[in-house]
Structures are given as structure tokens and as C-alpha cells.
């Protein structure tokens, strides 16, 4: 007689096909084309393409073209941290940094044991989850942990003596030093950057209630909270004229959310719109209320990230999260190798990427815009490849479709995709001589990662996890 099944295991059943079914519904796939309105700068963007102009013009006149890829995934650290004070961002580049130099010289060290791709795939699912779950207790954002991921994955096929391991490892660690320095660039002329970003940020959100009421409140009192603490991290314990000017504002912001029940938000919201467009100025020179820096204010520095990062470390969701990325970048990676896909890797790099999400709605709004993503670069850079260029148009094109994916990176991750998905094949054949074939290559190991990312993120959905039901109710 078969067993029967409890009632919990039952409502958990049912909740894990209702979350499937939500992946397959039209109102995921339409969320997932949408363009967010993002607040996002385009200096962070450009930054980030000029590292790795730098490393990719190095590596053209060095004619070094083969390790010229792996510079330039050194030089993609610096695309962490943005919007960080940067006595932070300083930190958390450098840790990135060196975890892209150590996750190469891991991936190096597999290529030369010659080790069977299912024993590739597993120690580098174990190094996924780990790079998930150290990036999530850290807060280190940016492109996330596939980026270490791919740096793996690329040496191991690359490398296949000592001499080889030597040359990822060096060119890696430089390409994460210039990502570093080109990061850091701007705190010699432009320190209070990230702090005045934070204010406009904190004014837009208050001037916001003016035309959304009182469910604006919430978002413009966390606002003023992050800005509080970029200025407080980016400074010395006490402030400055310029960081006392922003805490002025701030107060005046403060004062304004007090008082939205009673209508006072509209007679400032065109003053903070002023001050909002000057403090997005790189220039030093821009026209907000002067005060006397006499008795400013000791600011309270919040706790470094180092320490906040070891105090969730233990933290059941990060954990939990680590062994699903563990889970689905296994099963990816194997089914790959045993459909006898080219570069199963990629499949459980696309597993790893999917599951980034921070909720299931999330997770699967990530794997579509993936998928799509993944075949039109996959395409373009198909188109690229069949022209059979040399080095530096490849290079220049490199940079390009970087920028872009940071400039789309807050406004619609398939966007995103595309850009990354051509950036990446066209590294790939830095160097090498690859063909258009592996744009087909690339699309079928991400479908594979990212079908097998939603099957086991609805597997292993908490019941608690109800944000996809507001677009698909239950029936």
C-alpha cells in the first residue's frame, strides 16, 4: 500500500508547481522585457570600460593577445562597489580583485591535472557556491560571482603546464590592479562623489512623495538612512565643510518626511530638484546652502564590511542559497557533458547566474532575461566572429559591449545579456582561433543552466517565498 503523503509535504508540492508554473506564465516573460527607470551615472560605466582598454591596449602591444583575456577579467573587479564611499569601495574592489585572481590560478591548477571535465565540473560548482555565499555575506555587488566563475572556467581550459598557471595568474592580478587604480581614480579629485550621490538620491526620494503621498515615505526615509552612512564611512570621524553642507541638507530632507502628512513637501520639492542636479555635478564648484563648518558634527562611523560580512556568514538564507547554486550548477554542468555539449561549463555558469535572484520571482525574471539575452549576443557576436578580424577591432568592440552592459545593468538585465553574452565569446576567441559555431554552443549550454536553475530554485522554494503569486495567482 503506497505511502501516505503529509499535508506539509502536500502544500509544499503544491507551492513548488505553482512557482513552475509561474515561470512558463506570459506575465513572467513580459516582466522580464520590461526597462526599469534606474538611477544610474554613467561614470561607474565608463570606468569600468576604460580598465579594460587598459589591459586589452597592454596586452595588443605586449602581443600577448591569449592572456590579454584574463587582464581583462582582472580589470572587471572594478565594476564592484559603485556608488560605495570609497575608503569602502578601496575594500571591496581589492577583495574582488583578488578573489578573480584566485578563482583563475583554481581553474589553471584543475587544466593542468588534466582532470575529466565531470571532476572539472564538480570542483567548480563547489567553488560557485562558495563565491555565492562569501560575495553575499560580504555585500561585494556588482556582476556577482559568475565574473570568478568565468575566470575559472577560462583558465581551465587555457592552461595546461606550470608555465601556463605562472601567465594566468600574473596577467590576471595586474588586469585587478588596474581595475583597482582606474576604480580609485576619481577620490584624488572628486572625494565627496559617492556621498553627494547619496544626497541627491535621498532628496529625489523625498521630492517623490509629493507625487506618490505617503507610500513614498518608506523609500525616502531609507534613502536619507544610505546617505547617512555613505557620509559617514566617507569621512573623517569629523566632518568637513563640504560633508556638514550635506548633512544640512539632509536635515532639511528629514525635516520634510516629518512633515509630508501636512502638505509641507510641496514647497521644497523645485528647491531639492535644484540642489539634486547640482550635487550630481563632478565639479567642486556647485550651488548649494554654505554653512559655518564651526561645530560640525563627530560622525559615527557604521561597522566595515569585513566585520559585517563575517556576522552573516552563518546566515541560514545565504546558506541555504550557496547549496542550491551547489545543486543546480552540478546537474547542469553533468547533463551538459552527457548531451555531449561543448563547453559544459557554461551551463553551470548560466545555473549559477539565474539563481542570483533574491526571491523566486526574481530568479526567474533573471533566467529569462538570460536566455534571451544569451541568443541575441550569442548572434551578434556570431556576426562578429564571421568577419575574422584581427586583434584590435575585437579589442575595441570588447570595450564597447562592456560599457554598455553597465550602462543597462539597472534598467533590464536581459539588455544586460546581450552585451555580456558577445563580450564574452568574443574574449573567449582572443588569441585563439574559435568560429561563429560557438555562439551555437554558447545558446544550448544556457538553456541548459538556466532551465535547470528554475527547476531546482522551485524545488526548493520556501513557503514562505510568495512574491511570484502577486503576478500568477494560485489556482
Known sequence: MPLATSAPDRSRLRHSRIALAHSLSPTAWRESLEFRSADATR??????????????????????????????????????????????????????????????????????????????????????????????????SGPGPVILIFAAAGAAGFARTAVDVRDVVVATALGALVGWAVAMLPALHHPHGPARLAVARALAAVAAIERDGERAVPGARAAIARAHVVLALGSRRRADRHTHELLALLG??????????????????????????????????????????AGAPVLERPAGFVREGFARVRDRALLVGAGRVLLAALIAGWFAEAAGLQHPLWATMGAMAALQGANYRHTVQRAIQRLLGNVAGAVLAAALLALSLDYWPYALAIVVLQTVAELYVMKNYAATSVAVTAMALLLTGLGSSVGPEIALSRIADTLVGVVVGVLVAAATIDRSDRHHLTAAPAR
Do not use: C
Open 43 to 140: 561614470a561607474p560605466a565608463l570606468r569600468v570600460g576604460a580598465a579594460v582598454l587598459v589591459v586589452l591596449v597592454a596586452g595588443g602591444l605586449l602581443d600577448l593577445p591569449h592572456l590579454a583575456g584574463f587582464a581583462a577579467l582582472g580589470a572587471l573587479a572594478s565594476a564592484f562597489g559603485r556608488y560605495e564611499p570609497y575608503s569602502q569601495q578601496a575594500g571591496k574592489v581589492a577583495v574582488v580583485g583578488l578573489g578573480v585572481v584566485g578563482y583563475a590560478a583554481l581553474g589553471a591548477a584543475v587544466g593542468t591535472t588534466g582532470a575529466a571535465m565531470w571532476t572539472q565540473i564538480a570542483v567548480l560548482s563547489v567553488a560557485a557556491a562558495i563565491a555565492f555565499w562569501i560575495l553575499g555575506a560580504f555585500r561585494l
Open 252 to 293: 532639511a530632507a528629514e525635516t520634510v518626511v516629518e512633515g509630508a502628512a501636512s502638505g509641507v513637501a510641496a514647497d521644497r520639492v523645485a528647491e531639492f530638484a535644484l540642489f539634486e542636479a547640482e550635487l550630481r555635478k563632478v565639479r567642486r564648484d556647485i550651488a548649494i546652502p554654505r554653512v559655518d563648518a
